[in-house]
């Protein structure tokens, strides 16, 4: 793996072996000596940046007692390559696989593309239920706890980041478990608009096709690395950070913010949904 910058698989590989090291004990520095190696070369690892090759990645497995099955999973790391990276969770829940969350908490702003359902760091409680509740892949005994980490991750929703929501005027629309349950997202929805560090804009359906009938996608940018597009689907997930895909979505999001209604006017809209449910 040749030395670069810190890439979504690279951090994943650095987090790894930042793990099996805090294990062993060892400290950067006695490592490194046990190997003979320079100390930046560890600390080049654990922040994901590469610059050894197999055999080494092997001795350091080796020298931190990692199991095969640890040794399996960053070696597959090592090796991965390419502009995206694909998981397919063992749960079948790609909104739950550790890198996402680790991603969404180290950002400093998020953009989230929305066409069909309320966006996830924005839905209530009992929405997010009934959503887990029609999943194919969750068993019905699972539900209650995957519901319960899906609202979790509204955690990050705090002042020392910002949060943009483009969301389709149909995913307000759709009807999600009783009319009390739309009636409390749809009353969430504007109390989360009024935050300064949140902005909700609505793409209402007299704006017609649009760039982000792509599907959903949210974009994650970072104060230290490169921004992340992240996507997924029923039971895989997709993190690219390569510049090409990236602009690509970029353009994407700045053409549906061109048809977006206001902050104002999105507020309006989601009030008359509001006062229209019975």
Request: hydrophobic share 40%; net charge negative.
């Given at each position: 793996?040749?030395?670069?910058?810190?890439?979504?698989?690279?951090?994943?590989?650095?987090?790894?072996i930042?793990?099996?090291?805090?294990?062993t004990?060892?400290t950067?520095?006695?490592?490194?000596?046990?190997?003979?190696?320079q100390?930046?070369k560890?600390?080049?690892?654990t922040?994901?940046?590469?610059?050894?090759?197999?055999?080494?990645?092997?001795?350091?497995?080796?020298?931190?007692?990692a199991?095969?099955?640890?040794?399996?999973?960053?070696?597959?790391?090592?090796?991965?390559?390419?502009?995206?990276?694909?998981?397919?969770?063992?749960?079948?829940?790609?909104?739950?696989v550790?890198?996402?969350?680790?991603?969404?908490?180290?950002a400093?702003?998020?953009?989230?593309?929305?066409?069909?359902?309320?966006?996830g760091?924005l839905?209530?409680?009992?929405?997010g239920?009934?959503?887990?509740?029609?999943?194919?892949v969750?068993?019905?005994?699972?539900v209650p706890?995957?519901a319960?980490a899906?609202?979790?991750?509204?955690?990050?929703?705090?002042p020392?980041?910002?949060?943009?929501?483009?969301?389709?005027?149909?995913?307000?629309?759709?009807?999600?478990?009783?009319?009390?349950?739309?009636?409390?997202?749809?009353?969430?929805?504007?109390?989360?608009?009024?935050?300064?560090?949140?902005?909700?804009?609505?793409?209402?359906?007299?704006?017609?096709?649009?760039?982000?009938?792509?599907?959903?996608?949210?974009?994650?940018?970072?104060?230290?690395?490169?921004?992340v597009?992240?996507?997924?689907?029923?039971?895989?997930?997709?993190?690219?950070?390569?510049?090409?895909?990236?602009?690509?979505?970029?353009?994407?999001?700045?053409?549906?913010a061109?048809?977006?209604?206001?902050?104002?006017?999105?507020?309006?809209?989601?009030?008359?949904?509001?006062?229209?449910?019975?």
């Amino acid at each position: 793996m040749p030395k670069r910058s810190s890439s979504v698989v690279g951090r994943e590989f650095g987090g790894g072996i930042r793990a099996l090291i805090a294990r062993t004990g060892y400290t950067h520095r006695k490592l490194a000596e046990l190997l003979g190696w320079q100390e930046a070369k560890i600390s080049d690892l654990t922040l994901g940046k590469g610059g050894v090759t197999e055999q080494e990645v092997i001795l350091l497995l080796g020298y931190c007692q990692a199991t095969v099955e640890e040794r399996e999973h960053l070696l597959e790391l090592f090796h991965a390559c390419g502009s995206a990276w694909l998981q397919m969770p063992e749960d079948g829940v790609p909104d739950q696989v550790r890198t996402l969350i680790d991603h969404e908490q180290d950002a400093e702003e998020i953009v989230t593309w929305s066409m069909i359902l309320v966006p996830g760091l924005l839905q209530t409680p009992d929405y997010g239920y009934v959503v887990t509740e029609c999943s194919p892949v969750i068993e019905a005994e699972d539900v209650p706890s995957v519901a319960a980490a899906r609202a979790a991750r509204a955690g990050i929703l705090e002042p020392d980041r910002k949060f943009v929501f483009l969301i389709h005027e149909q995913a307000l629309e759709l009807p999600v478990g009783s009319t009390e349950v739309m009636r409390e997202q749809l009353a969430h929805l504007l109390r989360m608009s009024v935050r300064k560090y949140v902005s909700i804009r609505i793409i209402p359906r007299s704006a017609g096709v649009h760039a982000g009938t792509c599907g959903d996608f949210c974009l994650m940018k970072f104060p230290k690395y490169p921004p992340v597009v992240y996507a997924d689907s029923v039971n895989y997930c997709l993190f690219f950070d390569d510049p090409e895909t990236v602009k690509i979505h970029e353009d994407i999001l700045t053409a549906l913010a061109a048809v977006a209604l206001s902050e104002e006017e999105s507020r309006e809209v989601i009030d008359n949904i509001l006062e229209g449910l019975q």
